[in-house]
């Protein structure tokens, strides 16, 4: 391969933004035509950043890119589209009501009040190609009522509408059931045979073995090195990532578990917009046990999460901690009942991020008598006492006590909320997405805990869009779909396809 000349070569790639922060430090990438290169990293290591230099959205402080041998700059995205290379960002950017066929040819009108696009045709081509692809979509309804999993097909297809030859994938998989993961790399390997190159973004070491060519580690900024994917393992492709062995497999000892903690019965949770986002669910989670809850996004999860912790209203149905009913209670009561969240957004509700690590050790916490020194004040030096120990129990990475908490990266962020959530001593944890956007090593640390939480017989409700996460660490897991749960069933008692199914909408 090395023979060949790159389709796309980057070379000496450095972003260094106005604050300073040195985001990629001279990058060399090359990607050659008809393959799929992975592009893994942990979370912040440049990977997008990389990506949208490539895609004209950010202009490099230093570098020079080659198409085809021939130095390219681009100024915008619109630059890049035109010389073949598209973008599929992670989180899309879709009109909601626009309907997909409006969704794809949008931009493509051309200039002046003349300028019009034939609407008919550009129907023909895109059924033409929907139809080569076996990747259809609903063309003529609007987008806003349409599953993810449908928007990021309207993504894909607006970039191959435009004829590209590279096409960028960011994390593609993120909102996807399994069944529809397996659809689009169905699709990623006819565009593979049709001469296409692909980049795909990944944290996903799996997906990554099963449907790159070779991959790119980068770390900190730095390409650490390139593989061929035959001659890869996950152990390396994570070491690489991380720059240390990492444990990949979660070690869970057998347990029976105990009596119920939690008990919801026919609860039922109102949207943002007045919908009905929870539907008449009923579970329990036992001590000693972690329930999990699996599903795209967007099912009424968040809702679910909200209500139990004291965030959102309950219409009707109850909530019962340890025998006592807590529906509609304050998420202080909820605390000082045993209660600790984990929230699925880190930087919007888990943290202050202009405030220090110490001050945010004890959110939730402050009015405790523990970091009192009377008249309402806080004992600072306790504080600090408090957050050195969580440091140091955590491996919790921070310039210091007194830093604030943006400049941690973001592993060490959720870490240092796993840590406060746990240093109240909850008998019942709720984990919402608590590995989201997070390295290796902090996820490997995270799912670790929550295994040690169980084994000390506390209750643990575990809600991750990660399936592989809540496969590994659930005792028993729910599959939701539009606020109702398909099943509940034991991990290693169902297939991946069962799931799929569930996950889109299909019973037990």
């Given at each position: 391969?090395?023979?060949?000349?790159?389709?796309?070569?980057?070379?000496?790639?450095?972003?260094?933004?106005?604050?300073?922060?040195?985001?990629?430090?001279?990058?060399?990438?090359?990607?050659?035509?008809?393959?799929?290169?992975?592009?893994?990293g942990?979370?912040?290591?440049?990977?997008?950043?990389l990506?949208k230099?490539?895609?004209?959205?950010?202009?490099?402080?230093?570098?020079?890119?080659?198409?085809?041998?021939?130095?390219?700059?681009?100024?915008?995205?619109?630059?890049?589209?035109?010389?073949?290379?598209?973008?599929?960002?992670?989180?899309?950017?879709?009109?909601?009501?626009?309907?997909?066929?409006?969704?794809?040819?949008?931009?493509?009108?051309?200039?002046?009040?003349?300028s019009?696009?034939?609407?008919?045709?550009?129907?023909?081509?895109?059924?033409?190609?929907?139809?080569?692809?076996?990747?259809?979509v609903?063309?003529?309804?609007?987008?806003?009522?349409?599953?993810?999993?449908?928007?990021?097909?309207?993504?894909?297809?607006?970039?191959?509408?435009?004829?590209?030859?590279?096409?960028?994938?960011?994390?593609?998989?993120?909102?996807?059931?399994?069944?529809?993961?397996?659809?689009?790399?169905?699709?990623?390997?006819?565009?593979?045979?049709?001469?296409?190159?692909?980049?795909?973004?990944?944290?996903?070491?799996?997906?990554?073995?099963?449907?790159?060519?070779?991959v790119?580690v980068?770390?900190?900024?730095?390409?650490?090195?390139?593989?061929?994917?035959?001659?890869?393992?996950?152990?390396?492709?994570?070491?690489?990532?991380?720059?240390?062995?990492?444990?990949?497999?979660?070690?869970?000892?057998?347990?029976?578990?105990?009596?119920?903690?939690?008990?919801?019965?026919?609860?039922?949770?109102?949207g943002?917009?007045?919908?009905?986002?929870?539907?008449?669910?009923?579970?329990?989670?036992?001590?000693?046990?972690?329930?999990?809850?699996?599903?795209?996004?967007?099912n009424?999860?968040?809702?679910?999460?909200?209500?139990?912790?004291?965030?959102?209203?309950?219409?009707?149905?109850?909530?019962?901690?340890?025998?006592?009913?807590?529906?509609?209670?304050?998420?202080?009561?909820?605390?000082?009942?045993?209660?600790?969240?984990?929230?699925?957004?880190?930087?919007?509700?888990?943290?202050?991020?202009?405030?220090?690590?110490?001050?945010?050790?004890?959110?939730?916490?402050?009015?405790?008598?523990?970091?009192?020194?009377?008249?309402s004040?806080?004992?600072?030096?306790?504080?600090?006492?408090?957050?050195n120990?969580?440091?140091?129990?955590?491996?919790?990475?921070?310039?210091?006590?007194?830093?604030?908490?943006?400049?941690?990266?973001?592993?060490?962020?959720?870490?240092?909320?796993?840590?406060?959530?746990?240093?109240?001593?909850?008998?019942?944890?709720?984990a919402?997405?608590?590995?989201?956007?997070?390295?290796?090593?902090?996820?490997?640390?995270?799912?670790?805990?929550?295994v040690?939480?169980?084994?000390?017989?506390?209750?643990?409700?575990?809600?991750?869009?990660?399936?592989?996460?809540?496969?590994?660490?659930?005792?028993?897991?729910?599959?939701?779909?539009?606020?109702?749960?398909?099943?509940?069933?034991?991990?290693?008692?169902?297939?991946?396809?069962?799931?799929?199914?569930?996950?889109?909408?299909?019973?037990?």
């Amino acid at each position: 391969m090395e023979a060949e000349v790159p389709v796309l070569e980057m070379k000496n790639i450095v972003k260094i933004y106005p604050d300073g922060t040195e985001a990629l430090k001279g990058v060399d990438l090359k990607v050659y035509e008809g393959e799929i290169l992975g592009l893994l990293g942990e979370n912040g290591a440049g990977k997008t950043t990389l990506m949208k230099v490539l895609f004209g959205m950010l202009k490099p402080t230093e570098g020079k890119i080659y198409l085809r041998g021939k130095e390219v700059r681009f100024k915008s995205p619109a630059d890049a589209l035109t010389r073949g290379i598209g973008m599929v960002h992670q989180h899309f950017t879709l009109v909601e009501v626009f309907n997909a066929l409006e969704n794809i040819i949008l931009g493509m009108e051309g200039h002046g009040l003349l300028s019009k696009i034939d609407v008919g045709k550009a129907r023909k081509k895109l059924q033409t190609l929907m139809n080569e692809l076996n990747f259809q979509v609903p063309l003529d309804v609007p987008v806003e009522n349409l599953p993810v999993g449908v928007q990021q097909r309207i993504e894909i297809l607006k970039m191959l509408f435009r004829d590209v030859n590279v096409l960028i994938l960011d994390e593609p998989t993120a909102v996807l059931t399994p069944i529809e993961v397996r659809e689009l790399f169905e699709v990623l390997r006819k565009l593979k045979s049709q001469g296409k190159t692909i980049i795909f973004i990944s944290h996903k070491l799996n997906e990554a073995m099963e449907i790159t060519d070779r991959v790119t580690v980068i770390r900190r900024g730095k390409v650490i090195g390139t593989v061929n994917t035959s001659e890869a393992t996950p152990q390396l492709l994570a070491r690489m990532m991380v720059g240390r062995d990492v444990v990949l497999r979660i070690q869970k000892p057998p347990k029976e578990p105990g009596k119920p903690i939690l008990q919801v019965q026919n609860l039922w949770v109102k949207g943002d917009r007045g919908e009905e986002a929870v539907k008449g669910l009923s579970f329990e989670v036992r001590a000693g046990e972690i329930f999990g809850i699996a599903g795209v996004e967007g099912n009424g999860q968040s809702e679910l999460i909200e209500a139990i912790t004291g965030l959102r209203n309950v219409e009707k149905g109850r909530i019962i901690l340890k025998g006592t009913d807590i529906t509609g209670k304050a998420p202080r009561d909820l605390y000082d009942l045993g209660i600790a969240h984990i929230p699925e957004d880190r930087t919007h509700m888990g943290l202050i991020l202009e405030m220090s690590v110490m001050e945010n050790s004890i959110l939730g916490l402050h009015w405790r008598e523990e970091f009192s020194k009377g008249f309402s004040l806080i004992d600072w030096g306790k504080v600090e006492k408090h957050s050195n120990a969580l440091i140091e129990e955590f491996e919790i990475v921070a310039p210091g006590v007194k830093a604030p908490v943006k400049s941690l990266s973001g592993g060490n962020q959720q870490k240092l909320i796993v840590a406060r959530e746990v240093s109240k001593k909850p008998e019942f944890i709720v984990a919402a997405q608590p590995t989201r956007g997070v390295d290796v090593a902090s996820t490997e640390y995270i799912r670790n805990y929550l295994v040690k939480l169980r084994n000390e017989n506390k209750g643990v409700l575990l809600v991750s869009a990660d399936l592989d996460e809540v496969l590994q660490l659930s005792d028993r897991m729910a599959i939701m779909y539009e606020g109702e749960f398909m099943g509940i069933v034991k991990p290693e008692e169902v297939t991946e396809e069962q799931i799929g199914l569930m996950m889109g909408g299909v019973r037990e």
